[in-house]
């Protein structure tokens, strides 16, 4: 009976069991949740106004997407009531009916008959040109555009360097402009004295429809990084080229030299004798990247300074600065000069690069007297194997002593990583180009978390290997850096001996800390630093203190630098247990045109925005402008890059006390070298006021506000949203007025009297 009932309340309950996931299976209940109309993907796309230009006007109304014609439609009645001629209103029409707009997810770039046409979703911008028009044919007029460099240093060890840098546009009428880059460094130390100065290149230029023509003084140390595509790049004391304007676009070289530290202080970049480029070096791995650097191919002098000015290492390193996969497509020029070195003989160089897509092809040569001469041919094809990117690159030369050559190999892989690989051979063929053969490697792969790379370099004067493990760990947001390196052999250390470094950094929301440690030649330097960032609407500060322990001496440096709308400033005092130093740094850049005059940041672009922002109502308020910091109430140098087209510039505000609208209409075809292009920014504010008002005593307001006639509360809480500032509001409580002040604040709570 006993085992009857047990089976019976076992099988009721199964069969409980059973009924309750059948109701389960069988009552589920579907929840379906629906978007509001109009916030759909699909219908904000269907609903987005562009804002477009036809040959770089504004035209005077809004384009949009028909979803019954499916194309993008405008109002041609009202474009023909502004000056839009009825032929560019047909012209428009054409190129927009054959956009297929729904294949451009976030935007696209496209070729519709004789008309490049621009789409950015995401800007909200529309641009249409004329194929036909696509060189650099703007109206020019009178300006200036000049980068400026400051760099001062002094230990009270008798050390003192002074070094001044710039480079200066001159913009002019019928599309020319001047350049010229200048430079002064002055050195003193204990035991010697050292000083230069003087103007190394300027020319004028002027450009035409397709070609541009070009004379003065050219240095190979001023060529731009990345404007170079063969190793034959001599100088011109006077020369005269003729070009196509493809030429001029050369894109800009990417890639960085490493180099290992034992003590704290600055890199000082010299060549043939002139100090180039001056950067601040830390314990253990340091990159320098060739965009600071002159295009070409060349051997370099790298000195490592400590901040008391005494020489801690010198060696010297090839520099691979050399656009091989040239973007400009096909391009040529042809220069007839004077040679600028001692010889000053008669110099003829015709250079050329072609796109024959199965592979770019750069070719070069030069022919002077006393039957010297050199010649080079690259070719480089992107290909992909597999997943796996691969740029081969083989280069001849020839020249009157022997015949030489080179080859480079880049491939990259997100599982098997990066490789680079070049060697050049018999390179020293002619006294235009007297080259050392040199082989390099590197190799980088990240391995379950782990970046490990490796590097080698050969030179005539000795080889290097450098071997580094870098990961990241970040345990509840603190975000954290690690990486240890070895270096065996250098160019001025003896033959078998190592160095190694330890770095490792940390980062929560605007402070970073650090420690390094690096041993070498048997002796241990140590290195620990912090600091701390402050963004305002007009730039960020940066503050921080350094303690080292190097070769048996202490030192404490306290530093800070100023990232702003006029330029970059920095500022830096130390002391160790011998001696103190001071360095002190700016960088900005000077525009002047009819316009005005006004300071901005450092560029080398050559053309800048004179940016006028409006006053309002006595309000403090900041947004970038392509990327620049800019205030209210001023005029300001904006760098656009050289030959670009900007229509309406970027902006953005980082502001949490007010909702800005703002729009900077450019216009701006193809930015012309030394222009100085004016524009009026159009902001609109909506400032948010929001917290509790509060008597002298702390006693909640609650009431009318009279001014915008929104309520407050009896708690005091009230919320304001506000076309204009308000400095301060009425609240009316029954019958009782208050001032309340919304200038400041005391955490939430506004006082009221």
């Not at 001044?164 to 913009?171: C, I, P, Q, R, V």
């Not at 071997?467 to 390196?485: C, K, Q």
Request: glycine share 10%.
């Amino acid at each position: 009976m006993f085992a009857y009932q047990s089976l019976f309340r076992l099988n009721r309950l199964w069969l409980g069991v059973f009924l309750a996931f059948s109701f389960q299976v069988d009552a589920q209940v579907k929840v379906s949740y629906g978007v509001p109309e109009g916030f759909s993907a699909a219908e904000m796309d269907n609903g987005a106004k562009y804002m477009a230009t036809f040959n770089g006007r504004t035209l005077p109304g809004f384009t949009s997407y028909s979803p019954e014609d499916g194309s993008l439609v405008f109002d041609a009645i009202g474009y023909e009531e502004n000056g839009v001629s009825r032929q560019d209103t047909e012209v428009i029409r054409g190129v927009l009916s054959q956009i297929d707009y729904k294949r451009c997810h976030n935007g696209c770039d496209l070729k519709v008959g004789d008309y490049y046409v621009t789409i950015d979703k995401l800007r909200r911008s529309l641009v249409i040109r004329d194929s036909n028009n696509d060189f650099l044919e703007p109206s020019t007029t009178w300006g200036l555009v000049n980068n400026q460099a400051v760099d001062v240093r002094a230990s009270s060890e008798g050390y003192r360097a002074l070094n001044l840098a710039g480079n200066t546009w001159l913009g002019m009428p019928s599309r020319s402009f001047g350049y010229m880059n200048w430079f002064a460094n002055n050195t003193q130390t204990r035991n010697q004295k050292s000083r230069s100065q003087g103007v190394s290149s300027y020319y004028l230029q002027k450009n035409f429809t397709g070609t541009y023509l070009r004379t003065g003084k050219q240095n190979s140390i001023d060529y731009a990084s990345g404007s170079v595509s063969t190793l034959l790049s001599p100088s011109f004391d006077q020369f005269v080229t003729f070009g196509s304007q493809a030429h001029l676009n050369a894109s800009r070289n990417a890639g960085s030299l490493i180099l290992y530290s034992t003590s704290e202080g600055n890199y000082e970049f010299y060549r043939n004798g002139r100090l180039i480029l001056k950067r601040p070096a830390s314990l253990g791995r340091n990159e320098i990247s060739f965009v600071d650097l002159p295009g070409g191919y060349y051997p370099v002098e790298v000195r490592l300074v400590d901040r008391n000015g005494n020489l801690v290492t010198q060696e010297s390193r090839e520099i691979n600065n050399v656009n091989f996969d040239s973007g400009a497509g096909n391009a040529w020029n042809l220069t007839v000069g004077n040679e600028m070195e001692e010889a000053k003989g008669r110099l003829i160089q015709g250079s050329m690069s072609r796109n024959l897509r199965q592979f770019y092809l750069n070719a070069s040569a030069v022919s002077g007297g006393q039957g010297s001469w050199a010649s080079e041919v690259n070719v480089t094809r992107p290909s992909k194997l597999g997943n796996i990117d691969v740029t081969p690159t083989l280069g001849m030369l020839s020249g009157e002593r022997t015949t030489g050559g080179y080859v480079n190999l880049s491939m990259s892989d997100d599982r098997l990583g990066s490789l680079m690989l070049s060697r050049y051979q018999n390179n020293n063929v002619s006294r235009f180009y007297w080259g050392a053969p040199s082989s390099s490697l590197s190799y980088s792969r990240n391995v379950a978390g782990v970046t490990l790379s490796y590097n080698y370099q050969k030179y005539s004067r000795g080889e290097s290997q450098q071997a580094e493990a870098r990961w990241n760990y970040r345990p509840n947001g603190l975000w954290s850096t690690f990486s240890v390196g070895v270096q065996k052999d250098g160019y001025t250390q003896a033959k078998g001996s190592y160095g190694v470094y330890f770095n490792m950094s940390w980062m929560l929301d605007n402070s970073q800390a650090s420690f390094s440690a690096a041993h070498s030649g048997g002796q241990t330097q140590m290195s620990g630093d912090y600091r701390k960032d402050f963004q305002d609407r007009f730039g960020t500060t940066t503050s921080g203190v350094t303690v080292s322990r190097i070769d048996e001496r202490n030192n404490v440096n306290l530093y800070g630098s100023r990232s702003g709308t006029r330029g970059d400033a920095s500022l830096n005092l130390g002391h160790s247990d011998t001696a103190s130093n001071l360095d002190m740094n700016y960088r900005g850049m000077l525009a002047a045109s009819a316009d005005g005059v006004a300071l901005g940041r450092y560029s080398n672009s050559g053309s800048a925005m004179l940016l006028k922002t409006p006053d309002i109502g006595g309000t403090e308020y900041g947004f970038n402008v392509e990327g620049h910091p800019v205030a209210g109430n001023s005029t300001y140098a904006v760098p656009i890059n050289s030959y670009s087209d900007v229509t309406f510039a970027r902006v953005q505000s980082n502001s949490e006390e007010m909702d800005m609208n703002i729009e900077v209409p450019a216009n701006i075809v193809r930015a012309h070298p030394g222009q100085v292009y004016a524009a009026q920014a159009k902001v609109d504010i909506n400032m948010i006021y929001s917290g509790f008002l509060v008597d002298a005593a702390g006693r909640p307001i609650g009431g009318k506000i009279l001014e915008t006639g929104d309520i407050a509360h009896p708690n005091g809480l009230f919320s304001i949203f506000s076309k204009a500032v308000l400095a301060q509001i009425t609240v009316d409580q029954m019958g009782r007025r208050y001032r309340c002040d919304l200038s400041k604040a005391t955490g939430s709570y506004y006082h009221c009297l």
